[in-house]
């Protein structure tokens, strides 16, 4: 069974830094795409970073040059390094994999099967 439990949210300062993990179990990471999304309140979920088997990272642009996702093939996780925080990152954020190499649309979160719980990141100006 394929469970990820996202861990690392907090609160933090605007120009801060926090660092989000996500255990997998139950599969492979190496061998899905996953990603990070968020969502705030009222809004849509949104794709913010994802990576595919071939290590290919896309990033939203709000967060090109901000944020870095990663993953631990040793420690089968995800991890989203997230620097220069600003209020608007204030979310709920998930974690999510699909059991394919890649997807074509890899920030719509109707490509990903499965999903994690969520951390809340809260960040103050």
């Known amino acids: 069974q394929v469970q990820l439990v996202e861990s690392g949210g907090g609160s933090a300062q605007a120009g801060g830094s926090l660092r989000l993990s996500c255990a997998a179990y139950g599969y492979t990471v190496s061998r899905y795409t996953m990603a990070w999304f968020r969502q705030a309140p009222g809004k849509e979920r949104e794709g913010v970073a994802s990576i595919d088997s071939y290590g290919t990272r896309i990033y939203a642009d709000s967060v090109k040059g901000r944020f870095t996702i990663s993953r631990d093939n040793a420690k089968n996780s995800l991890y989203l390094q997230m620097n220069s925080l600003k209020p608007e990152d204030t979310a709920m954020y998930y974690c999510?994999?699909?059991?394919?190499?890649?997807?074509?649309?890899?920030?719509?979160?109707?490509?990903?099967?499965?999903w994690g719980q969520g951390t809340q990141v809260t960040v103050s100006s």
């Open positions: 999510a994999a699909e059991p394919r190499t890649w997807v074509q649309y890899p920030r719509r979160a109707s490509e990903y099967k499965y």
